[in-house]
């Protein structure tokens, strides 16, 4: 079993930042791909960004160079921080820690988080 707690939305102008924290406590947390969707009511959840146990980190096209994954800890605790700089308005959503079980996060998550709201305005 895997706990994952966000914090850290916000509301926020356009070219602002916000850094996003997910606290992730569980058994084994080593043997999970942990990462970052974003859902709104008009796009299906997409992936933003991850890293694998392995400690490879992807972004979304989306999101290459204007957002960073970082994470802290290990064994039962982590702390997994996204970092977003240049925010712009489509990158509006809620924002939903995850972790797939197996290493690499290529399949669909087996835990979330209960999601943290990021605004942008114009």
């Known amino acids: 079993q895997v706990q994952l707690v966000e914090s850290g939305g916000d509301s926020v102008q356009a070219g602002g930042s916000l850094r996003l924290s997910c606290e992730a406590s569980?058994?084994?947390?080593?043997?999970?791909?942990v990462g970052w969707f974003r859902q709104t009511p008009e796009k299906e959840r997409e992936a933003v960004a991850d890293?694998?146990?392995?400690?490879?980190?992807?972004?979304a096209d989306s999101v290459k160079g204007r957002f960073t994954l970082s994470q802290d800890g290990d064994g039962t605790k982590k702390t997994m921080t996204l970092q977003m700089n240049s925010l712009k308005p489509e990158d509006t959503a809620i924002y939903y820690c995850?972790?797939?079980?197996?290493?690499?996060?290529?399949?669909?998550?087996?835990?979330w988080g209960q999601g943290t709201q990021v605004t942008v305005s114009s």
């Open positions: 569980g058994y084994m947390l080593s043997r999970y791909c």
């Open positions: 995850a972790a797939v079980y197996g290493g690499t996060c290529t399949r669909a998550p087996d835990y």
């Open positions: 890293i694998s146990k392995d400690g490879t980190i992807w972004y």
